[in-house]
């Protein structure tokens, strides 16, 4: 099982009194030195770092002191052509140097538990590169979060064909930057939360959505949760899952599928 899942077991009796839980990430830290404030939000808030930023390393290495969970932040091919930096996966990797990136990325952020895609319309598409990318973080024992940019996004349900720890992002605080859709976005991850039990919520290192944290006032029926202590109360659920079948195939399926020829 996952490492941040064992290391969060001893949190489960507190967390498992609550009905309705919420995990907040916060995306794209590290672009700015305006980013460490962070640090100074509520501890169970995720911090996912662009590992190709000036300031990820750093902030992720203090995000480790405070016993903050931090995951990577993974840029991947979106619709449109900006660059992904080196880190960065395209859709027209080789599978050796695919698994490379994301192995070095895992090995330059040892304090990251887990991985959400940065844009990755496209790629999250793909059945090769997702399969790639599940092998990669089975072996590394990391969880994954799908932050969902595309409806058509197969990457959970490949994430369950390697039995990797997944959830998916449920709503963006901030995909309109002004205060009012920010409260508006607020009310209905608190309502997906109470509706479902559980619901993740990304945001990102902007003022509207950093002000809206720094007051957080949760409900008395809602409860903010760590992403690995949520995977880890679905830890038995996730050990009995039987074997996922992507839509349209007959078996599980326990190889690639080539989307094209490399």
């Known amino acids: 099982m996952v490492k941040i899942i064992l290391l ?14 919420l995990s907040i990430i916060i995306d794209d830290v590290g672009n700015s030195a ?47 052509t900006i660059a992904l930096g080196p880190y960065g996966l395209p859709d ?15 090995n ?11 844009m990755g319309s496209q790629l999250t598409q793909l059945p090769t590169e997702m ?24 990457a959970q349900q490949t994430a369950r064909v390697y039995q990797v720890p997944n959830l998916k992002r449920h709503v963006f605080l901030d995909h309109q930057d002004n205060p009012v859709a ?8 608190l309502s997906l939360a109470r509706k479902y039990g559980h619901a993740v919520l990304i945001a990102h290192p902007r003022p509207h959505s950093v002000d809206l944290l720094n007051r957080l006032s949760l409900p ?15 830890a038995p ?3 009995s899952e039987p074997s996922i079948r992507l839509v349209g195939s007959e078996e599980p399926i326990v190889q690639p599928v080539h989307n094209k020829q490399l």
């Not at 399969?131 to 197969?154: C, G, N, P, Y």
């Not at 920010?182 to 991850?189: F, N, V």
């Open 34 to 80: 305006r980013d460490f404030a962070l640090l100074d939000l509520h501890p169970n808030i995720t911090l996912s770092v662009l590992p190709s930023s000036p300031y990820a390393k750093e902030i992720a290495e203090q995000a480790q002191q405070q016993q903050r969970e931090v995951m990577l932040h993974l840029p991947m091919q979106g619709s449109g």
């Open 131 to 154: 399969h790639w990318l599940m092998q990669v973080l089975a072996k590394q024992e990391l969880f994954f979060v799908d932050s969902r940019t595309h409806l058509a996004s197969i």
């Open 220 to 234: 008395e029926d809602v409860q903010l949760v760590g992403v690995a202590q949520r995977l880890a109360l679905l």
């Open 237 to 239: 659920e996730l050990e």
């Open 8 to 21: 969060c077991l001893g949190m489960l009796a507190t967390s498992s009194a609550m009905a309705a839980q």
């Open 182 to 189: 920010i409260e508006r976005q607020w009310q209905k991850a």
């Open 108 to 118: 330059d952020f040892p304090e990251a538990t887990g991985l959400n895609n940065h």
């Open 92 to 106: 027209n990797l080789e599978e050796v140097t695919f698994k490379q990136r994301v192995e070095a990325a895992i």
